[in-house]
């Protein structure tokens, strides 16, 4: 996960406004999303946190192995409360691929990151990887197409216009928040 520091810090600043913005979602309890914003802002966080330059900080592989026991754990919670929702689904992935690259990580040879070792093969199995990448790639394109402004459409005639929408109500800004951390996994997955 660490490459150079500008993008390492870049991605730190990226993940961690994204599980700020989750935990807000979260406290403001909009009905069922609740759920969905705590998953988002954990792995928000847990981003940010892998994403810290080597240089700064070179965690032992205990670390590692406790993102694996977490992100494991959460993996779990996702399958059970799943019920074959897509978007469910989608943090199960995540959560796995959490897994996966904190499992990499750990097994990694001692003192070597991913973008050291990316001549020799890297520290991660490379289907996966190109398993993974592919599908963040794919969700990437979908959720930037879904932000794509769509025609107004004409509102009932001397309404008056409407309240603007909640800020936790308004999906859109979940779906930013999604895309980033998407865009985030990329950039991981490819330092891998």
């Known amino acids: 996960m660490h490459g150079p520091a500008m993008s390492g810090w870049l991605l730190v600043a990226l993940c961690a406004a994204a599980g700020s913005y989750c935990l807000l979602r979260l406290r403001a309890g909009v009905g069922g999303q609740r759920g969905s914003a705590g998953g988002e802002a954990l792995m928000g966080f847990g981003m940010a946190a892998m994403a810290v330059p080597a240089a700064v900080l070179?965690?032992?592989?205990?670390?590692?192995?406790?993102?694996?026991?977490?992100?494991?754990?959460?993996?779990?919670?996702?399958?059970?409360?799943?019920?074959?929702?897509?978007?469910?689904?989608?943090?199960?992935?995540?959560?796995l691929a959490m897994v996966y690259m904190a499992g990499a990580m750990a097994l990694a040879p001692a003192g070597a990151h991913p973008a050291h070792t990316a001549g020799a093969g890297g520290s991660g199995a490379p289907l996966i990887t190109g398993v993974l990448l592919v599908y963040y790639a794919g969700y990437?394109?979908?959720a930037g197409?879904?932000?794509?402004?769509?025609?107004?459409?004409?509102?009932?005639?001397?309404?008056?216009?409407?309240?603007?929408?909640?800020?936790?109500?308004?999906?859109?800004?979940?779906?930013?928040?999604?895309?980033?951390m998407g865009i985030a996994m990329l950039a991981m997955l490819l330092t891998l």
């Open 58 to 95: 070179t965690p032992p592989r205990w670390v590692w192995a406790g993102y694996v026991v977490v992100f494991g754990g959460a993996a779990l919670h996702t399958l059970l409360r799943a019920g074959g929702k897509g978007h469910r689904l989608h943090h199960l992935l995540g959560m």
């Open 140 to 142: 990437v394109l979908r």
């Open 145 to 180: 197409a879904r932000l794509l402004p769509v025609p107004a459409t004409a509102g009932p005639e001397g309404g008056g216009g409407t309240a603007l929408a909640d800020w936790g109500e308004r999906p859109e800004l979940a779906l930013v928040c999604r895309l980033s």
